[in-house]
């Protein structure tokens, strides 16, 4: 349906495609990028980003889900997708049937995995998780990686027919953002312990990748890594205010929220405003009303304390933000439709998304997820303006 409202998020295409060919040309040429499109592309849209992504150098996508993976290729994407999830084993025929590669997380999972394969499907692909210390998803003990080699050498003995293409192995870091790197060192030798062991055995394992975002700035540390898997930094975010300092490039945000005024009036002096009447004018103000709500996502307890642009300029939000509607303070009167920027750029002013993520206790990655469905997506491309 064509969107009525008067609130959206503008996604800069141009910025994804900024941030993927900076990233391309810095990393060395057999590295190759995954973009990480899981959580529609972190509310940015999923489709979209992958598609401009893709036209910007990345050769994989990554997701969380299998929903997510199998959506990507009901629309025609035909690159690989790998799911960083875990997956019922006896949906494996699924992943086979769409050509998607899947997470082996753990011994028991790849035994039922085996059992699971529908040989006349196209062979299922899959890439082993170390968990190296993120203590989340992953085998843990070298005995258990031992266990799965000699498995998969019987299995791909006995089969007829190839069946099962080992990938990748990878694992995640926990604290590559961070200044210290004692944890991240101790991660990165336990992993390549792991890989001596698949070296010894005499396995070659087409894909080797551990690095987030913030682990593909320190690239250099593994030589051996020849995929890195691009989340929070495509969009233009840095995976922490620490990592801002240092980074040999700059990345551009892609994501900015707006509304227009529906309605803009003077209030008399003591009037309250919103629920609980936790604002109270002194004097006679100017007072506006953006149609954006909790319910978008837009969250309540930024209630009183965030800001928005409006001509270039902060004004505060005033009082509770109901579900629907969110209401400012003005310093005059302004037409219907006045443009109000809650995240982004307009004219000199700047609310970025890491002002919106500390004021509400959380990291930059939760923001642009939060913005629910409710608010329609509109994409800006080679700068030419969408603007309503
Ligand atoms: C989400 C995710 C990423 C991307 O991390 P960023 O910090 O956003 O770059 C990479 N790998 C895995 C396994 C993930 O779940």
Redesign the pocket.
């Known amino acids: 349906m064509k969107p009525y409202r008067k609130t959206w998020a503008e996604i800069n295409l141009d910025a994804i495609s900024h941030n993927i060919s900076t990233f391309k040309e810095w990393l060395p040429p057999s590295t190759d990028i995954m973009a990480?499109v899981?959580a529609d592309a972190?509310g940015h849209g999923a489709l979209t980003i992958a598609q401009e992504a893709l036209a910007s150098g990345a050769k994989w996508l990554?997701v969380?889900l299998l929903e997510e993976a199998l959506e990507l290729r009901q629309s025609g994407i035909k690159v690989p997708i790998l799911v960083?999830g875990y997956l019922p084993p006896e949906e494996v025929p699924i992943s086979q049937e769409n050509d998607i590669s899947i997470t082996v997380t753990d011994a028991d999972f790849f035994e039922d995995m085996l059992t699971a394969i529908n040989p006349a499907f196209q062979p299922l692909k899959f890439h082993l998780k170390v968990d190296t210390g993120m203590g989340r998803l992953g085998i843990t003990k070298e005995e258990e990686l031992q266990g799965i080699i000699k498995e998969y050498n019987c299995h791909e003995q006995i089969s007829e027919q190839n069946s099962l293409v080992w990938e990748g192995i990878y694992t995640?870091l926990a604290t590559a953002d961070e200044e210290d790197e004692s944890y991240f060192q101790e991660q990165k030798a336990t992993f390549e312990q792991f890989l001596q062991i698949v070296k010894e055995q005499g396995l070659s394992i087409p894909y080797i990748h551990l690095a987030?975002?913030?682990g593909t700035f320190k690239h250099k540390q593994f030589p051996y890594m020849n995929l890195v898997?691009?989340?929070?930094?495509m969009y233009g975010l840095y995976?922490s205010l620490h990592m801002k300092k240092d980074l040999p490039f700059s990345l551009e945000e892609a994501f900015s929220l707006h509304a227009q005024l529906s309605l803009i009036k003077k209030v008399a002096a003591h009037a309250g405003i919103s629920y609980g009447k936790t604002y109270l004018t002194s004097t006679e103000e100017w007072v506006g009303t953006l149609p954006i709500g909790y319910a978008d996502g837009w969250r309540r307890n930024l209630s009183n304390r965030a800001e928005v642009l409006v001509d270039g300029r902060r004004r505060k939000i005033i009082g509770r933000i109901c579900m629907d509607q969110t209401i400012i303070q003005l310093d005059k009167w302004y037409p219907r439709n006045e443009k109000a920027t809650l995240i982004g750029e307009q004219k000199e002013g700047h609310i970025t998304v890491d002002e919106v993520a500390q004021l509400l206790e959380t990291i930059n990655?939760e923001v642009p997820c939060m913005i629910g469905k409710r608010v329609p997506r509109i994409y800006k491309k080679n700068s030419c303006k969408n603007e309503r």
């Open positions: 990480v899981k972190y990554g969380a960083f995640h987030n975002s913030a898997r691009l989340g929070i930094s995976p990655y």
